[in-house]
Nanobody, 124 residues
Framework: QVQLVESGGGLVQAGGSLRLSCAASGRTFSMYAMGWFRQAPGKEREFVSAIKWSTGTTYYADSVKGRFTISRDNAKNTVYLQMNSLLPEDTAVYYC?????????????????WGQGTRVTVSS
């Protein structure tokens, strides 16, 4: 089992920045990749970004490319999402997830473990 705990959400004005953190514990050696998803009210959960744990290869949704940066700290078993130039449409609950095996990183079904979510609100 892997446990994930997100932090760093909050309220920010449009154009501002936030950094989300996701700390993993448990059988972290079994992780293949970690990802960030988000879910806005009344919408489906959508892919934001992912990173392969061993190689650091990153993936981004088109909507956040150039604004968000995912990174990891292997020693701390923590993944980060630096969010810059935030827009009101970035408002959502952001979830951290971990995948055990190689699969399509943009799909929720690829992930085995999920955090509880952290809320990000961007005001206009």
């Amino acid at each position: 089992q892997v446990q994930l705990v997100e932090s760093g959400g909050g309220l920010v004005q449009a154009g501002g920045s936030l950094r989300l953190s996701c700390a993993a514990s448990g059988r972290t050696f079994s992780m293949y990749a970690m990802g960030w998803f988000r879910q806005a009210p009344g919408k489906e959960r959508e892919f934001v970004s992912a990173i392969k744990w061993s190689t650091g290869t990153t993936y981004y949704a088109d909507s956040v490319k150039g604004r968000f940066t995912i990174s990891r700290d292997n020693a701390k078993n923590t993944v980060y999402l630096q969010m810059n130039s935030l827009l009101p449409e970035d408002t959502a609950v952001y979830y951290c997830a971990a995948a055990r095996v190689p699969s399509l990183m943009t799909m929720t079904q690829s992930y085995n473990y999920w955090g509880q979510g952290t809320r990000v609100t961007v005001s206009s």
